[in-house]
């Protein structure tokens, strides 16, 4: 792993997966500014307030439209980097960051609560269309790095939504803007590096480009080796015909591989994980924490969600996709029924207030152990070229549903089940591991041929 390539693959992580982290959480802590200012915009533009329920339906619109522009987004990154490569689609992607900073960040200021709506969506837009490539050999490593880069965002957001910082009334149009920063340094410096050498030879047929781009990549002159390998992948793609997404639906030969990328995809957003990353500060107040304490309890959980990142990203080659995913997901589904007793207990016992931050602690960890990267790891790994692309459509598409999904109806669900909702996040999550455990097998390390053996 060079220098230049290790530089490039942090450079697409810190403009993508970062922002798609800050993204997640930074609605969280101003979330009672939001609302007031919706509240105080309909009253000057209708003469009354809002009720508390479409207030909630406004707000739950606001935080979950995100998924739904990545949903979107997600299904042009195919289009985008073929026609534009690897530099373009990102710049094309960054430009999209600095419009919807602009409406967020003027929205106060012109009274329009549709710009924050809209400044998300093309947020979830951006997030949905930036994709990360990594090297066979590599592919656990770097597979998990964006999970990294996720989990520093989201760092990064719960640490500016202190009061000592952007946490103000005053400042979360700036707050939800900031994302602008990032998208700027990522325009910057993509210029500094070369286009991918796989879309240079592959997609345009430059091998002077891939062969200079190569050199620079992996820091040696003697790159015909990896050309010729590129050569013979080139000629392979041309006489394989692409599965379109209604066919594979309909193939009985991988009919479990792909019900294993539906259940494990699904399973990681409905997990629980973007209810405690979206409304963590509602979370904390229902629990009884106090209101002063919140934001540096939030800033506690991001520290160990980074430490988590680093901890499965370092592991995952040598312990393996299946242990890690199983143990993430039954440490999931342990808190989340945990969350459930200490909120049932606390009146009784004030301490299990506490309990509840140790179990939000507990998803989090697991979360990042495993289930943030490695269905995306396990979605290429279980198909063929052929079947890869409608695949990862496939995968894409339920992982946004399931995010827009729980972003919309926790709050709801929370005030009708109390603090029974967790449950339904318990059940789930112990559900996939179980069908992990007996249905996907370890993928480590084996050929599509052998794991297909293994389905089979």
């Not at 997640?24 to 105080?40: G, Q």
């Not at 080139?234 to 015909?241: M, T």
């Not at 301490?351 to 396990?378: D, E, K, N, Q, S």
Request: net charge neutral; glycine share 10%.
């Amino acid at each position: 792993l060079t220098f230049p390539l290790l530089s490039v693959t942090l450079l697409v992580s810190f403009g993508s997966s970062m922002l798609y982290g800050y993204n997640l959480a930074v609605v969280n802590s101003p979330a009672v500014h939001i609302k007031a200012f919706y509240n105080t915009t309909w009253a000057r533009r209708y003469g009354h307030g809002l009720a508390p329920g479409p207030l909630t339906l406004f707000y739950s619109l606001t935080v979950s439209i995100f998924a739904l522009g990545g949903l979107v987004g997600s299904l042009l990154v195919g289009l985008l980097v073929v026609r534009y490569g690897r530099n373009g689609a990102l710049s094309r992607s960054a430009l999209l960051i600095l419009l919807a900073g602009g409406f967020m960040g003027f929205s106060r200021e012109l009274g329009s609560p549709e710009m924050v709506i809209i400044g998300r969506s093309i947020t979830g837009l951006h997030s949905g269309r930036c994709c990360l490539g990594c090297r066979a050999n590599l592919r656990g490593f770097l597979g998990l790095m964006p999970s990294i880069f996720i989990c520093l965002g989201l760092f990064f957001a719960q640490v500016l939504g202190l009061p000592e910082l952007l946490g103000e009334d005053r400042f979360w149009p700036l707050f939800l803007s900031v994302v602008v920063v990032p998208a700027c340094l990522q325009l910057l410096l993509l210029h500094c590096f070369p286009e991918s050498p796989r879309y240079l030879l592959i997609e345009r047929n430059d091998v002077c480009g891939a062969t200079k781009a190569l050199r620079q990549f992996l820091g040696t002159p003697d790159v015909q080796d990896v050309i010729e390998e590129m050569k013979e992948e080139q000629q392979s793609l041309s006489s394989v015909e692409m599965v379109s997404v209604w066919q594979l639906l309909r193939d009985r030969s991988v009919r479990w591989q792909t019900l294993s990328v539906v259940v494990v995809n699904a399973g990681m957003q409905l997990s629980g994980i973007d209810a405690i990353w979206f409304y963590t500060t509602i979370i904390f107040e229902n629990a009884g924490i106090p209101v002063s304490q919140i934001p540096y309890t939030t800033v506690g959980t991001g520290a160990i969600e980074v430490v988590m990142g680093l901890i499965g990203c370092f592991t995952i080659e040598k312990l393996g996709r299946r242990p890690l995913i199983i143990t993430g997901f039954c440490t999931m589904g342990i808190c989340s029924a945990g969350i459930t007793v200490s909120l049932l207990l606390q009146t009784a016992l004030p301490w299990m207030r506490y309990v509840v931050v140790a179990c939000v602690v507990g998803i989090i960890a697991g979360f990042c152990m495993g289930p943030a990267g490695i269905p995306f790891l396990m979605t290429a790994e279980l198909f063929t070229q052929s079947h890869r692309p409608a695949a990862y459509i496939v995968g894409g598409s339920l992982n946004w549903l399931c995010n827009f999904t729980v972003g919309f109806i926790f709050p709801f669900l929370q005030m009708s089940a109390g603090a029974f909702c967790y449950l339904v996040f318990c059940g789930i999550c112990l559900l996939v591991a179980l069908y992990v455990y007996l249905v996907v097998p370890e993928t480590k390390n084996k050929t599509f041929t052998e794991i297909s053996h293994i389905f089979a």
